[in-house]
């Protein structure tokens, strides 16, 4: 791993210093972005920038500079070559005092690359029996605040699944834990609008883009017996799901065509920094 930290380079990410009272550390007031990275290319990273500068501004945080975040890109992705990884960038509000409060001094921003493994070539999933709350004053956003993911996901491994999936309180699909969701009913692909309170995925838009989908909410249920299920993200691409609770699903026409159209044109979004 390599780390960039408020303009610092590290040889040693583990020497790197953050205060223990950042308001990221102590009550995850923060956002980031999750990036892959091939062949040493950030893929989408003009996407990933504009969405956290929409999750820094949703959250009340001043919007970072892009060029100084993209300096910390540039030079850890200089230090090494990825094949294939995850870069990370966290914004957090910086030190402040205890409680929930913010300070006045400067965030912090830290960027991070570490290498990574192919995702597995279909998953598992289970409907977990928290709803996501879609009038949440942070939905939508990519914050640092994940416990509820963190606890979502323990659950889907107690339960022999990869993801976790949640409804929001309308009982309408939402997303995954770090995933959207797409469908297949009678011959048509769906997925949930943003209003369901699903995160606005980079990969998400780009399928809706690339493949075309209806963005409908509708009850969870419809999506668990839907014909065809696959789930997208960052180091997910298109993924399809086999199994959703004890029901086995097939990997149907309209998801092999969405993986394929995702491998083709993929690369038109792999730019150098």
Request: charge should be negative; charged fraction near 20%; glycine fraction near 10%.
């Amino acid at each position: 791993m390599h780390a960039w930290i408020d303009g610092e380079l590290l040889a040693e990410p583990e020497a790197g210093v953050i205060s223990v009272t950042d308001h990221g550390f102590t009550v995850g007031d923060g956002v980031f972005e999750a990036v892959k990275v091939v062949e040493g290319r950030p893929f989408a990273l003009d996407l990933h920038l504009q969405r956290l500068v929409r999750s820094a501004t949703g959250l009340g945080l001043d919007a970072p500079d892009l060029d100084v975040v993209r300096r910390g890109v540039a030079a850890v992705l200089a230090e090494q070559h990825l094949p294939l990884g995850r870069l990370r960038i966290t914004l957090t509000a910086g030190p402040a005092p205890l409680g929930s409060g913010r300070g006045s001094h400067a965030p912090t921003l830290v960027v991070v690359a570490v290498p990574m493994g192919p995702s597995p070539a279909t998953t598992s999933v289970v409907t977990v029996p928290w709803p996501r709350n879609e009038h949440s004053a942070i939905a939508g956003l990519k914050t640092t605040s994940y416990a509820e993911n963190v606890v979502a996901l323990a659950h889907a491994h107690q339960h022999d699944a990869t993801e976790a999936i949640f409804a929001n309180t309308a009982g309408h699909l939402c997303e995954g834990t770090g995933s959207n969701v797409f469908y297949v009913v009678d011959g048509e692909l769906r997925t949930p609008t943003l209003a369901s309170g699903c995160l606005a995925g980079v990969t998400r838009g780009l399928v809706l883009e690339w493949c075309g989908a209806r963005e409908v909410d509708e009850p969870i249920a419809v999506a668990q017996e839907a014909d065809e299920v696959f789930l997208v993200s960052t180091t997910r691409d298109v993924q399809p799901v086999t199994r959703w609770g004890a029901r086995e699903l097939r990997v149907g026409s309209i998801t092999r065509a969405a993986a394929d159209t995702w491998r083709t044109r993929e690369p038109e979004h792999l730019v150098p920094v």
